[in-house]
Protein backbone atom coordinates (compact mmCIF):
# COMPACT_ATOMS: atom_id res chain seq x y z
CA UNK A 1 0.00 0.00 0.00
CA UNK A 2 1.63 3.51 -0.85
CA UNK A 3 1.30 6.60 1.83
CA UNK A 4 0.78 9.52 0.68
CA UNK A 5 4.30 11.98 1.76
CA UNK A 6 2.76 14.19 4.81
CA UNK A 7 2.97 17.51 4.69
CA UNK A 8 6.31 18.84 6.34
CA UNK A 9 6.62 21.24 9.49
CA UNK A 10 10.16 21.44 9.89
CA UNK A 11 9.81 23.62 12.88
CA UNK A 12 7.00 20.98 14.67
CA UNK A 13 9.19 18.27 13.82
CA UNK A 14 12.52 19.66 15.17
CA UNK A 15 10.28 20.39 18.48
CA UNK A 16 8.84 16.74 18.83
CA UNK A 17 12.19 15.50 18.20
CA UNK A 18 13.60 17.24 21.03
CA UNK A 19 10.44 16.43 23.65
CA UNK A 20 11.67 12.77 22.37
CA UNK A 21 15.20 12.75 23.34
CA UNK A 22 14.17 14.71 26.75
CA UNK A 23 12.28 11.63 27.36
CA UNK A 24 14.65 9.32 26.42
CA UNK A 25 17.04 11.39 28.99
CA UNK A 26 14.17 11.03 31.49
CA UNK A 27 14.14 7.30 30.65
CA UNK A 28 17.77 6.91 31.24
CA UNK A 29 17.95 8.33 34.29
CA UNK A 30 15.03 6.86 35.93
CA UNK A 31 16.96 3.44 34.89
CA UNK A 32 20.38 4.46 36.76
CA UNK A 33 17.98 5.28 39.69
CA UNK A 34 16.37 1.93 39.62
CA UNK A 35 19.59 -0.36 38.64
CA UNK A 36 20.78 0.36 42.21
CA UNK A 37 17.72 -1.41 43.62
CA UNK A 38 16.52 -3.93 40.98
CA UNK A 39 18.23 -6.46 38.37
CA UNK A 40 18.70 -4.77 35.03
CA UNK A 41 16.95 -8.12 32.99
CA UNK A 42 13.59 -7.02 35.20
CA UNK A 43 13.60 -3.40 34.50
CA UNK A 44 14.23 -4.02 30.35
CA UNK A 45 11.02 -6.14 30.66
CA UNK A 46 8.66 -3.61 32.49
CA UNK A 47 10.41 -0.94 30.04
CA UNK A 48 9.07 -3.27 27.07
CA UNK A 49 5.95 -4.79 28.62
CA UNK A 50 4.54 -1.55 29.26
CA UNK A 51 5.64 -0.19 25.47
CA UNK A 52 3.62 -3.33 24.78
CA UNK A 53 0.22 -2.35 26.35
CA UNK A 54 0.92 1.17 24.81
CA UNK A 55 0.66 -0.33 21.44
CA UNK A 56 -1.89 -2.53 22.00
CA UNK A 57 -4.23 0.30 23.68
CA UNK A 58 -3.71 3.11 21.45
CA UNK A 59 -2.55 1.69 17.99
CA UNK A 60 -3.71 -2.06 17.75
CA UNK A 61 -7.45 -1.07 17.74
CA UNK A 62 -7.20 1.15 14.62
CA UNK A 63 -4.30 -0.48 12.57
CA UNK A 64 -5.51 -4.60 13.19
CA UNK A 65 -3.76 -6.74 11.35
CA UNK A 66 -1.48 -4.23 9.09
CA UNK A 67 0.40 -3.42 12.71
CA UNK A 68 1.62 -6.75 12.26
CA UNK A 69 1.85 -7.76 8.39
CA UNK A 70 5.22 -7.73 7.26
CA UNK A 71 7.37 -8.87 4.43
CA UNK A 72 11.09 -8.48 6.47
CA UNK A 73 10.07 -10.88 9.90
CA UNK A 74 13.44 -11.87 10.07
CA UNK A 75 15.42 -8.48 9.72
CA UNK A 76 12.13 -6.99 11.96
CA UNK A 77 13.24 -9.88 14.58
CA UNK A 78 16.95 -8.39 14.54
CA UNK A 79 16.42 -5.29 14.70
CA UNK A 80 14.46 -5.64 17.78
CA UNK A 81 16.85 -7.63 19.29
CA UNK A 82 19.54 -4.52 18.80
CA UNK A 83 17.11 -2.53 20.27
CA UNK A 84 16.65 -4.87 23.45
CA UNK A 85 20.10 -5.51 23.51
CA UNK A 86 20.96 -1.75 23.42
CA UNK A 87 18.71 -1.47 26.54
CA UNK A 88 20.00 -3.80 28.59
CA UNK A 89 24.15 -2.68 27.55
CA UNK A 90 22.71 0.94 28.21
CA UNK A 91 21.11 0.06 31.58
CA UNK A 92 24.41 -1.88 32.68
CA UNK A 93 26.42 1.16 31.97
CA UNK A 94 24.23 3.89 33.78
CA UNK A 95 24.73 1.36 37.07
CA UNK A 96 28.23 1.58 37.00
CA UNK A 97 29.37 5.14 35.27
CA UNK A 98 27.89 8.64 35.78
CA UNK A 99 24.96 9.31 33.31
CA UNK A 100 26.49 11.97 30.60
CA UNK A 101 29.62 9.89 30.30
CA UNK A 102 27.74 6.38 29.49
CA UNK A 103 25.33 8.45 26.92
CA UNK A 104 28.32 10.07 25.19
CA UNK A 105 29.98 6.49 24.39
CA UNK A 106 26.58 5.72 23.55
CA UNK A 107 26.52 8.25 20.88
CA UNK A 108 29.32 6.27 18.93
CA UNK A 109 26.44 4.73 17.32
CA UNK A 110 26.26 7.07 14.60
CA UNK A 111 29.83 6.75 14.14
CA UNK A 112 29.54 2.82 13.73
CA UNK A 113 26.77 3.44 11.41
CA UNK A 114 29.34 5.00 9.10
CA UNK A 115 31.32 1.69 9.36
CA UNK A 116 28.50 -0.52 8.49
CA UNK A 117 27.04 1.34 6.10
CA UNK A 118 29.66 0.17 3.61
CA UNK A 119 28.97 -3.68 3.76
CA UNK A 120 25.60 -3.26 4.87
CA UNK A 121 23.73 -0.44 2.74
CA UNK A 122 26.40 -0.52 -0.08
CA UNK A 123 27.35 2.96 0.78
CA UNK A 124 30.69 4.73 -0.30
CA UNK A 125 32.95 5.76 2.96
CA UNK A 126 35.21 7.86 1.94
CA UNK A 127 38.51 9.35 3.44
CA UNK A 128 36.56 12.12 5.19
CA UNK A 129 34.01 10.28 6.99
CA UNK A 130 37.02 7.78 7.90
CA UNK A 131 38.79 10.44 9.78
CA UNK A 132 35.68 11.40 11.74
CA UNK A 133 35.08 7.93 13.13
CA UNK A 134 38.55 8.08 13.85
CA UNK A 135 38.07 11.32 15.86
CA UNK A 136 35.15 9.99 17.65
CA UNK A 137 36.80 7.29 18.87
CA UNK A 138 39.67 9.39 20.04
CA UNK A 139 36.63 11.28 22.22
CA UNK A 140 36.22 7.94 23.77
CA UNK A 141 39.38 7.80 24.91
CA UNK A 142 39.61 11.05 26.52
CA UNK A 143 36.22 9.59 28.61
CA UNK A 144 37.60 5.99 29.38
CA UNK A 145 41.45 7.22 29.63
CA UNK A 146 43.82 4.59 31.74
CA UNK A 147 43.84 6.28 35.01
CA UNK A 148 40.96 7.84 34.90
CA UNK A 149 37.94 7.56 37.61
CA UNK A 150 35.43 5.56 35.19
CA UNK A 151 34.47 2.02 35.68
CA UNK A 152 36.42 -0.13 32.62
CA UNK A 153 33.34 -2.27 33.32
CA UNK A 154 31.11 0.09 32.62
CA UNK A 155 32.67 2.06 29.88
CA UNK A 156 32.30 -2.03 27.98
CA UNK A 157 29.03 -1.99 28.85
CA UNK A 158 28.25 1.28 26.77
CA UNK A 159 30.62 0.41 24.28
CA UNK A 160 28.21 -2.97 24.13
CA UNK A 161 25.19 -0.46 23.47
CA UNK A 162 26.38 1.87 21.08
CA UNK A 163 27.49 -1.18 18.94
CA UNK A 164 23.69 -2.70 19.32
CA UNK A 165 22.34 1.01 18.48
CA UNK A 166 24.24 1.10 15.48
CA UNK A 167 23.01 -2.05 14.46
CA UNK A 168 19.54 -0.76 14.91
CA UNK A 169 19.76 2.06 13.07
CA UNK A 170 21.57 0.37 9.62
CA UNK A 171 18.52 -2.17 9.94
CA UNK A 172 16.17 0.90 10.43
CA UNK A 173 17.18 2.22 7.77
CA UNK A 174 16.78 -0.47 5.49
CA UNK A 175 13.46 -1.45 6.77
CA UNK A 176 12.10 2.35 6.69
CA UNK A 177 11.06 2.48 3.36
CA UNK A 178 9.64 -0.75 3.29
CA UNK A 179 7.39 -0.89 6.44
CA UNK A 180 5.04 0.96 7.86
CA UNK A 181 6.48 3.03 10.95
CA UNK A 182 4.33 1.94 13.25
CA UNK A 183 4.98 -1.81 12.33
CA UNK A 184 8.50 -1.23 13.05
CA UNK A 185 7.50 0.11 16.48
CA UNK A 186 5.26 -2.89 17.05
CA UNK A 187 8.47 -5.00 16.90
CA UNK A 188 10.51 -3.72 18.94
CA UNK A 189 8.11 -3.82 21.58
CA UNK A 190 6.44 -7.30 20.95
CA UNK A 191 9.81 -8.94 20.65
CA UNK A 192 11.55 -7.35 23.24
CA UNK A 193 8.33 -8.15 25.52
CA UNK A 194 8.79 -12.11 24.29
CA UNK A 195 12.58 -12.34 24.68
CA UNK A 196 12.90 -10.51 28.59
CA UNK A 197 9.44 -12.40 29.87
CA UNK A 198 12.27 -15.78 29.42
CA UNK A 199 14.24 -14.10 32.05
CA UNK A 200 11.29 -13.54 34.72
CA UNK A 201 11.69 -16.79 36.56
CA UNK A 202 15.51 -16.20 37.84
CA UNK A 203 14.84 -12.41 38.69
CA UNK A 204 10.79 -12.54 39.48
CA UNK A 205 11.61 -13.30 43.44
CA UNK A 206 13.77 -9.66 43.87
CA UNK A 207 11.24 -8.17 42.88
CA UNK A 208 9.13 -6.10 45.40
CA UNK A 209 8.62 -2.91 44.74
CA UNK A 210 7.25 0.21 46.52
CA UNK A 211 4.04 2.39 45.31
CA UNK A 212 6.54 5.23 43.99
CA UNK A 213 9.02 2.03 42.59
CA UNK A 214 6.17 1.07 40.62
CA UNK A 215 5.24 4.45 39.14
CA UNK A 216 9.06 4.89 38.18
CA UNK A 217 9.20 1.26 36.91
CA UNK A 218 6.32 2.30 34.57
CA UNK A 219 7.62 5.37 33.82
CA UNK A 220 10.28 3.02 31.96
CA UNK A 221 7.52 2.12 29.60
CA UNK A 222 6.06 5.57 29.08
CA UNK A 223 9.01 7.07 28.34
CA UNK A 224 9.84 4.96 26.18
CA UNK A 225 7.07 4.06 24.25
CA UNK A 226 5.65 7.50 23.81
CA UNK A 227 9.19 8.85 22.70
CA UNK A 228 9.69 6.70 19.76
CA UNK A 229 6.10 7.05 18.74
CA UNK A 230 6.74 11.44 18.96
CA UNK A 231 9.87 10.47 17.41
CA UNK A 232 8.22 8.85 14.35
CA UNK A 233 5.90 11.64 13.93
CA UNK A 234 8.64 14.14 14.05
CA UNK A 235 10.65 12.37 11.49
CA UNK A 236 7.11 12.75 9.22
CA UNK A 237 7.19 16.35 9.75
CA UNK A 238 11.09 16.89 9.28
CA UNK A 239 13.42 15.13 7.28
CA UNK A 240 16.28 13.14 8.95
CA UNK A 241 18.74 15.94 7.47
CA UNK A 242 16.98 18.28 9.52
CA UNK A 243 16.66 16.56 12.56
CA UNK A 244 19.97 14.45 12.96
CA UNK A 245 21.93 17.21 14.19
CA UNK A 246 20.31 17.94 17.02
CA UNK A 247 20.51 14.44 17.81
CA UNK A 248 23.17 15.78 20.36
CA UNK A 249 21.11 17.72 22.64
CA UNK A 250 20.70 14.15 24.38
CA UNK A 251 23.88 14.78 25.72
CA UNK A 252 23.01 18.27 27.37
CA UNK A 253 19.87 16.85 28.92
CA UNK A 254 21.91 13.98 30.47
CA UNK A 255 24.15 15.96 31.83
CA UNK A 256 22.01 18.26 33.19
CA UNK A 257 20.30 15.27 34.31
CA UNK A 258 23.33 13.86 36.09
CA UNK A 259 23.71 17.21 37.62
CA UNK A 260 20.77 17.47 39.32
CA UNK A 261 19.47 13.96 40.02
CA UNK A 262 23.17 12.30 40.74
CA UNK A 263 25.52 15.39 41.70
CA UNK A 264 27.62 14.61 39.18
CA UNK A 265 29.58 17.02 36.75
CA UNK A 266 32.26 15.56 34.46
CA UNK A 267 35.82 16.81 34.88
CA UNK A 268 37.68 18.80 31.98
CA UNK A 269 38.84 15.58 29.89
CA UNK A 270 35.49 13.71 30.55
CA UNK A 271 33.42 16.94 28.81
CA UNK A 272 36.29 17.31 26.28
CA UNK A 273 35.44 13.76 25.11
CA UNK A 274 32.08 14.33 24.80
CA UNK A 275 32.16 17.23 23.06
CA UNK A 276 34.41 15.32 20.32
CA UNK A 277 32.17 13.21 19.88
CA UNK A 278 29.30 15.33 19.33
CA UNK A 279 31.07 17.13 16.86
CA UNK A 280 32.40 14.02 15.10
CA UNK A 281 28.44 12.74 14.91
CA UNK A 282 27.55 16.23 14.11
CA UNK A 283 29.96 16.52 11.30
CA UNK A 284 28.51 13.05 9.83
CA UNK A 285 25.39 14.19 10.21
CA UNK A 286 25.24 17.40 8.19
CA UNK A 287 27.34 15.87 5.22
CA UNK A 288 24.75 13.38 5.20
CA UNK A 289 21.93 15.96 4.57
CA UNK A 290 24.44 17.51 1.51
CA UNK A 291 24.52 14.34 -0.05
CA UNK A 292 21.20 13.82 -0.22
Not at 73 to 83: C, D, K, N, S
Not at 130 to 138: D, E, P, Q, R
Request: positive net charge; aromatic residues 12%; hydrophobic residues 60%.
Amino acid sequence: MNHSPPAQHPLRGILLFMLALMLFALLDATAKHLTATFAVPLLVWARYILHFVIMLVFVAPSMRARLVRTDNLGLQVLRALALVGTTGFAMMAFRSMPLAEATAVLFLAPLLVTLLAGPVLGERIGTGRWAVVFIGFAGVLLIARPGGALNPEGVAWALGGAVCYAIYQVLTRRLSHAEHPLTLLFYTALVGTAVMSLSLPWFWFEFAPSPLQWLMIASLGFYGGVGHFILIRAFRLAPASVLTPFGYTQLIWAALLGWLVFGHVPDTLSASGMAVIAAAGLWLALGEGRRR
